[in-house]
């Protein structure tokens, strides 16, 4: 019977929990001035445990990769480097922002890659994002890196 009780009030604790708080996919500012996200979660006084954003960024990543092979059929033809390259800036762009680089997609199917390389650079997010698009143009074209 304890048992059942216990259930019972972890059950009704938790259905007020969410009652008051609210549930909130996205960040928003509460009533006194905090970022708040998900079931009352207090981002600017408690933020992320290790494990939380461990568990966040293999869910990143994982999206990534999928936007990372649906933005180019021939992902898995690529080299290793330019594969991670691909992987990363589907990571920082997300896919609708990704799909807009269609020199530099066109360039990948064609395994072009130094021209991947020129497209890469030659956009409003390399300027955006400095050194990381050097890197990342670096990548897309040299096949004997980090392998």
């Known amino acids: 019977m304890r048992y059942n009780k216990q259930m019972l009030l972890d059950k009704e604790m938790r ?54 092979k649906s933005f180019l059929s021939n992902f898995s033809e690529l080299h290793h480097n330019c594969q991670v390259a691909i992987v990363s800036m589907a990571f920082n762009l997300g896919s609708n922002k990704l799909a807009t680089f269609k020199k530099l997609k ?25 050194n990381r698009a050097i890197e990342i143009a670096r990548l897309l074209e040299d096949k004997t890196l980090s392998q």
């Open 15 to 68: 259905a007020l929990i969410r009652k008051h708080e609210g549930v909130s996919q996205f960040p928003y500012v509460d009533t006194v001035g905090k970022i708040t996200i998900g079931v009352g979660r207090n981002l600017s006084d408690r933020g992320l445990e290790p494990a939380e954003i461990n568990f966040l960024f293999e869910q990143d990543i994982n999206i990534a990769l999928i936007t990372a």
């Open 106 to 130: 066109q360039a990948l199917i064609s395994l072009d890659y130094k021209e991947a390389a020129l497209q890469a650079m030659d956009s409003k997010w390399a300027k955006q994002v400095g």
